[in-house]
């Protein structure tokens, strides 16, 4: 079964964007922390499993909402290809739970190109709750996010997620999975 790439939809941190590396190269240039692996992010909230101030937490983090592009947030091994390749077929539609949407849509026009970043649709919703609403809305059936609580919602309001597999999400559901781009490219092209 191929998806039809007009019904699937995105989140971006975690999915598109490898905001774990990110995160653990800010901890280490900026404050000098040093030794934090992506497999020691067991928990969605990294301020339960890694023992930083949650002032140093939140800093970092702040930087890549704010300054994508700055922080030198890159995306996810293939993701480029295969939503440039997506992007001819259908218009690609990003859902995310970043509060601000500018700094993440220069982001995607960045790594994305002007021409394919013609065809995106971004909403940015602030919140990680209530993203069927606009699944739903934007007429998408399947969607991709690595916070399997999302993906668990979305499967009891009758959409069909993927959980793209994170160090977090590991052993907590029963959803399909994905690990990697290539098995995105597999799903839908």
Not at 63 to 88: F, N
Not at 132 to 148: A, N, W
Request: hydrophobic letters at 40%.
């Amino acid at each position: 079964m191929k998806i039809d790439p007009n019904l699937i939809g995105f989140d971006i941190d975690g999915v598109v964007a490898d905001t774990t590396e990110a995160f653990i190269r800010i901890l280490g240039e900026k404050y000098g922390i040093k030794g934090i692996k992506d497999t020691d992010i067991t928990e969605f909230d990294v301020s339960k499993c890694l023992d930083i101030a949650p002032g140093i937490i939140e800093e970092a983090f702040n930087l890549l909402l704010d300054c994508p592009i700055e922080a030198d947030l890159k995306a996810m091994p293939d993701a480029v290809a295969v939503l440039t390749e997506m992007g001819r077929q259908a218009p690609l539609t990003f859902i995310t739970a970043r509060p601000n949407r500018e700094p993440i849509a220069a982001w995607l026009k960045d790594i994305l190109g002007p021409h394919t970043f013609k065809r995106v649709n971004l909403i940015a919703m602030g919140d990680h709750d209530g993203k069927s609403d606009y699944i739903r809305r934007l007429g998408l059936q399947y969607f991709i996010d690595d916070r399997y609580q999302t993906c668990m919602t979305l499967n009891q309001r009758g959409l069909t997620p993927f959980v793209f597999s994170q160090p977090w999400n590991q052993g907590r559901h029963q959803l399909h999975s994905v690990a990697s781009w290539s098995e995105i490219r597999e799903l839908c092209i």
